[in-house]
């Protein structure tokens, strides 16, 4: 059973950082795509960062390009996120997901079928 669980959230004035971690267990690292999600109030759950298992790259969201970095860290079960240079627009619960990728004609397709609980990031002006 795929288990997740987010941890790190906090409240940081704008231009500060977080790391949040993400402990996952139950599954095989060469068989999911995983990343990190945030749904701000009001607001639908956006991608922010996502690992590709086939291209063996990571994708990161334009609004957080050049502050956000994931570091995925298989031997302590790990996927952490580096957010730098904070702002109060990256205030949102964040979620870690795991996914099944697979190819079809027009790109990637994922089905984001597990999430940790969620940890909330206040960033304030």
């Known amino acids: 059973e795929v288990q997740l669980q987010a941890s790190g959230g906090g409240w940081v004035q704008a231009g500060g950082s977080l790391r949040l971690s993400c402990l996952a267990s139950g599954f095989d690292w060469d068989d999911y795509a995983i990343g990190w999600f945030r749904q701000a109030p009001g607001k639908e759950r956006e991608e922010v960062t996502l690992?590709?298992?086939?291209?063996?790259?990571?994708h990161y969201a334009d609004s957080i390009k050049g502050r956000f970095i994931m570091f995925i860290e298989r031997d302590k079960s790990t996927v952490a996120l580096q957010m730098n240079n904070l702002l109060p627009e990256d205030t949102a619960v964040y979620y870690c997901?795991?996914?099944?990728?697979?190819?079809?004609?027009?790109?990637?397709?994922?089905?984001?079928?597990?999430w940790g609980q969620g940890t909330q990031v206040t960033v304030s002006s």
């Open positions: 690992y590709s298992i086939s291209e063996r790259s990571m």
């Open positions: 997901g795991a996914a099944r990728e697979r190819s079809i004609p027009t790109g990637l397709e994922y089905e984001w079928n597990h």
